[in-house]
């Protein structure tokens, strides 16, 4: 099989953060930690297995944070590399274990990447595995599988970043007729925003703010949207061609981040209601804004926004993933009395009076058809060969108008 291997050397590591800054490739091309490999096949690791052909991945954020080495350090432990990248797949089952049941040769899949206690063979599971909710998994650096807290960023199951696949059938989630493939290789990366927007029931009346222009985001507007929530959402981004993708995906209004800290903070006001005071030192604060703050960044800026911007006694949903964050004020956290949630992937929900995992809620909704078609953030498709054209296509999204960019893994790889 032929798979994108990321390998973590410290002398790579180290030639990427001296240089990387003025030469981005020394993160991704050649003499990097990233390359295209020849491998040996893998294989079933039980009995009750099943081996896939990867169809579609998606290139994530958290895969472009590893290959710029920006994901904490805490983080570390809990994977292990060499790894083959990849954990948005939607995929066709090629070959069953013999007591593999629950799929058929020839479905397509859409995988769940989460590796808990029940797939490491740890007995008894650790409490939130045992109460279900696998996405709190305490032991994901133990067991008879190597570190890693999902496909993708683990040494012993490759990810689908490459032309074959191991998984368990409780990972695989059918696709149902009437979902296309590029849906499908979307229902990981929607099920992520929509476990976010279940985290808070939003009311009619709620002002929403959505800040971030990158799949998460858009997919946030899809899961407000689609669970038929008819509160005001505004999306806060840095391009054009995201505002109206946003509108397309059911915001009611999208403005551009500004470089001017108090024209910006005017602005929210002027859509809120908010009153903005200006302190001898430092940027505005407002007092009012937005009932409900959906941060799809995770940088400093977008945090800080996500604190500034939420009213007093407010919920900000911290969906980007955040790691070391330098002068963030967090004053306004007490002052206001702000509610901060942390939200990861993905678990069992709530939902319409019964329990249902993610994926399972996702599958429906786009089979129903409810809510927006969210197939438009496919923006860009390459084979894995070029896989520097799709890295790139995500750091400079303004020039290549890039949402998801996905590896097509039926072409020649």
Known sequence: MKGLVFELSIPKYVLAKGIGGLYPKAHYGRGSCLSLRDLASPTLPGPDWVRLRPLLTGLCGSDMGTLFFKMSPQIEPFNSFPAVLGHEVLAEVTELGPQARGVEVGQKVAVNPLLPCRLRGIQPPCPPCASGQENGCEHTAEGCLAPGQMLGFQKDLPGGMGTEMVAHPSQLHPLPQGVGDKAGVLVEPLAVSL?????????KEDRVLVIGGGPVAFACLWAIRALGSRCHVTLLAAEDYQLR??????????????????????????RTGAKVYRPILGPPA?????????????????????????????????????????????????RNELTLLGSYVYGLESFRGRRAHTFELVLELLARREGPDPSMLVTHTFPLARYQEAIEANLARGRSQSVKTVFDLTENP
């Not at 476990?195 to 009311?203: D, N, S």
């Not at 993708?245 to 002027?270: K, P």
């Not at 500034?308 to 900000?316: A, N």
């Not at 949903?317 to 956290?333: C, K, N, P, Q």
């Open 195 to 203: 476990h976010a927007v279940l985290k808070v029931p939003l009311k």
């Open 245 to 270: 993708l946003a509108r397309q995906l059911g915001a009611d209004e999208a403005f551009r981040v500004m470089r001017d800290d108090t024209a910006e903070a005017e602005e929210v006001a002027r």
């Open 286 to 334: 407002l007092m009012g804004g937005f009932e409900v703050t959906f941060d799809c960044i995770g940088s400093a800026a977008s945090v800080q926004d996500s604190l500034r911007y939420t009213r007093s006694l407010g919920k900000v949903v911290l969906v980007g993933a955040a790691g070391i964050l330098e002068r963030v004020d967090w004053t306004m956290v007490w």
